[in-house]
């Protein structure tokens, strides 16, 4: 009987300094988790038009040895615009689009545009509705970052065959490029 009424002694206070310390924990769960250093305040997301119309003629075949996937009917464009966007903030737009593992659905002639300091990235649906994924598009930046940005330049890239589209990076605040493709 000594041993029952120890061991529900012991249980009644376990319980009764569980339960009063409530407020302590409510504390402790309104904190901010803690954020990865690889997100930052300044990377920004946006649904945007592009304004820059350029010709279909400015384009190149993109090259069939490139280190990165590009299909044969892409084709691409390097511009040098001063300023030109920084590799580095290119390659942080990039990595962030590639984490998402989201899909879309995005009208014609609109564009996702991401930005991130100097650089600004986009992918445009250029004739119809277009179902895409974060992985297709950070696929075809991370192309135009090794075409073009590497070299200190922006770019584009353009697929041709239907659902047409591009993608590619300008300084920030910049228009952007769309292409007579359709």
Known sequence: MKLISF???FMSVAVAHESAGPEGRVVNLRRQAPRSNKFTLDYTTSISTPTDQRSKATLHQAPQTQRRQVTANDFFECTNPNPSPSSADCNVIVNQV?????DFLIDANTCLAFSFRTCQ???CSLCQTLATSSDF??????TVAALCVENG???TIVGEDVPQWDAG???AGQSLPTYDVC
């Open 153 to 155: 330049q922006a770019g």
């Open 98 to 102: 590639l984490s998402t593992s989201q």
């Open 169 to 171: 990076f300008v300084y």
């Open 121 to 123: 990235a986009f992918f």
């Open 7 to 9: 061991f529900t002694l």
């Open 137 to 142: 598009i950070g696929s075809q930046l991370d």
